[in-house]
């Protein structure tokens, strides 16, 4: 599309009128080529599942427009009387009109690709749209030395565009199809099709994402179910499991005691027993077990104080008059 400025359009005129019937006749081609600058066509794209705007050329007023796909009317509207007359294409379900004047399709599919027009107070304006379906192949289960495909299908009347993949990393790969084979781990990460079709540029959206493949690393360590001190805030909670954990570690202090191979776990001598363990392991817990009531009180009756202050009012200065 080409634009020209006011002064520009000024000048040229001002240039035009200062001569003879030459450029008379010269004003009338400039007037034609700027009515077939504003009537020229655009290239839309859309992917399949989304909704596109078609725009009817550049008037801000309008009184009648009327949308056609390929030979078959969409729908014809009365601007100031809002009635509408209805085609017989299968895009009228799926289409209004909105701004009084562009076609709005949702959902886009395959089958509106082509020619669209539009012609408004008798201007008509011819656009093309281009549909992008985005797939890959298998869809789901994707592992390490498997095999896959992803596909950047391109519907389109006049096969111009071109398509390429653009690659975890930022690589490209000028190719519609991309064959994974095998899977390995570099191509995990975000994938997205790129369509250029003269000066339009269209991106995937969204990005198509391949699963990292998993190669089982054992050496990672996985966190215990009762390791709470690193998920709870509350320090209650903290100080139960500083405390299970000495338990558990004078439990097997106390079974190092044990002869190896013994079943009958015996404390050493002058130490009373209870459940196997000696008597000062159950101090310990019960030691603990107080602690973390006596917290738990605490804790509760501070909340209720906060909740029976009264909000503080602000205190101003009042001067003598």
């Known amino acids: 599309?080409?634009?020209?400025?006011?002064?520009?359009?000024?000048?040229?005129?001002?240039?035009?009128?200062?001569?003879?019937?030459?450029?008379?006749?010269?004003?009338?081609?400039?007037?034609?080529?700027?009515?077939?600058?504003?009537?020229?066509?655009?290239?839309?794209?859309?992917?399949?599942?989304?909704?596109?705007?078609?725009?009817?050329?550049?008037?801000?007023?309008?009184?009648?427009?009327?949308?056609?796909?390929?030979?078959?009317?969409?729908?014809?509207?009365?601007?100031?009387?809002?009635r509408s007359i209805k085609g017989k294409s299968n895009i009228l379900e799926r289409s209004r009109i909105i701004q009084d004047k562009n076609l709005q399709i949702r959902p886009v599919k395959e089958m509106d690709?082509?020619?669209?027009?539009?012609?408004?107070?008798?201007?008509?304006?011819?656009?093309?749209?281009?549909?992008?379906?985005v797939s890959v192949n298998p869809s789901s289960d994707l592992s390490t030395g498997a095999e896959a495909s992803l596909e950047c299908r391109v519907t389109e009347s006049d096969q111009k565009s071109t398509v390429k993949w653009e690659k975890p990393g930022g690589l490209f790969e000028n190719s519609p199809k991309v064959q994974l084979s095998p899977v390995e781990a570099s191509h995990g990460g975000p994938w997205q099709c790129h369509v250029t079709n003269g000066a339009e540029n269209f991106k995937a959206d969204p990005k198509l994402t391949l699963p990292v493949p998993n190669h089982g690393n054992t050496n990672i360590p996985k966190p215990s179910e009762d390791d709470c001190s690193s998920r709870c805030k509350d320090c209650a909670c903290r100080l139960f499991h500083i405390f299970?954990?000495?338990i558990r570690h004078l439990t097997r202090y106390d079974l190092a005691f044990a002869p190896a191979g013994s079943t009958n776990h015996q404390p050493p001598s002058g130490g009373m027993t209870l459940l196997g363990l000696i008597w000062?392991?159950?101090?310990?817990?019960?030691?603990?077990?107080?602690v973390v009531i006596i917290l738990i009180i605490v804790r509760k009756l501070l909340k209720m104080r906060d909740a029976k202050l009264p909000p503080r009012t602000k205190k101003y200065c009042q001067c003598e008059r």
């Open 113 to 133: 690709a082509g020619r669209f027009t539009c012609i408004a107070d008798g201007a008509t304006y011819e656009h093309t749209l281009i549909v992008v379906s």
């Open 280 to 290: 000062w392991v159950w101090v310990a817990v019960g030691v603990g077990s107080l």
């Open 244 to 246: 299970l954990h000495l």
């Open 1 to 82: 599309m080409v634009y020209f400025s006011k002064n520009s359009i000024c000048v040229i005129f001002f240039f035009l009128l200062s001569g003879s019937k030459l450029r008379m006749k010269t004003i009338i081609w400039f007037g034609v080529v700027l009515g077939a600058l504003a009537a020229a066509g655009k290239v839309f794209i859309a992917e399949v599942g989304m909704k596109k705007a078609l725009e009817c050329g550049n008037r801000k007023t309008i009184t009648d427009v009327q949308w056609n796909h390929g030979s078959e009317q969409i729908c014809k509207v009365d601007v100031k009387t809002g």
